[in-house]
């Protein structure tokens, strides 16, 4: 779900940039060096873009301004992990903010850290672990979306919560109440999405069963210090 513009103070505003810009650095060299040693992996990653793009586009108005929404960040966050994620994330926020009021430049860093950053780890972290477990590709992409999208919407909640826990009797309440708002709509997307990937994810195994194998990509000193030059 998407913060929108003006919506945070500034103070709050600045801190999650702040939060969300090492890692897009990190994440922009990390996807840099990946299509340079993997070229052929451009089409899953505009792929994986695309869905980030077409399913974070379907704007449900949601509590106090902002909006409710798939995040579609599922596929990315199995296949590269959150700092590619985030890149990616990150080009799509900037898209629908400039040209679709979607979002804003503003709160562009919180929404960046709940969609791109956050959700796309705890995903990771599920994807990995499950298939570790030699749980079938579906199930493991299932998982994998659902909790990418509803770990976004509870840090939006915890987002909203810092920056006006006065406004609903603290910040424990006002996490609580923003939790159990969102969660009317942010629940049933979430099983939706899940269920969507789980089925790309079983034709992707089928048709390119090598987008699943483990990619490593370690950013050594000379390549960051060939990238400065």
Do not use: C
């Amino acid at each position: 779900m998407h913060i929108v513009e003006g919506q945070l103070p500034p103070i709050w505003a600045a801190f999650w940039y702040l939060v969300a810009l090492p890692i897009i650095v990190y994440g922009a060299l990390k996807l840099i060096k990946l299509l340079r040693e993997k070229p052929e992996l451009k089409i899953t990653v505009a792929l994986s873009g695309a869905f980030i793009f077409v399913l974070s586009a379907l704007k449900l108005p949601s509590v106090t301004g902002s909006s409710s929404h798939p995040t579609g960040t599922g596929l990315s966050s199995a296949l590269y992990g959150p700092a590619i994620t985030a890149v990616l994330s990150t080009i799509v926020l900037l898209f629908q903010a400039l040209l679709l009021a979607h979002g804003g430049i503003t709160t562009l860093g919180a929404n960046v850290v709940s969609m791109g950053i956050v959700g796309p780890a705890v995903g990771y972290a599920v994807f990995k672990t499950m298939r570790k477990a030699n749980v079938g590709i579906g199930p493991s992409m299932f998982a994998t979306a659902a909790l990418a999208d509803l770990v976004t919407y509870i840090v939006t909640a915890f987002q909203l919560a810092l920056a006006f826990p006065g406004d609903l009797g603290g910040f424990i309440s006002s996490f609580t109440q923003f939790l159990g708002i969102f969660a009317v709509v942010q629940i049933p997307l979430a099983i939706v999405e899940g269920i969507i990937f789980a089925i790309f994810a079983d034709y992707l195994m089928r048709v390119r069963p090598e987008s699943f194998e483990t990619i490593k990509i370690k950013l050594k000193s000379k390549f960051v210090a060939a990238e400065s030059e």
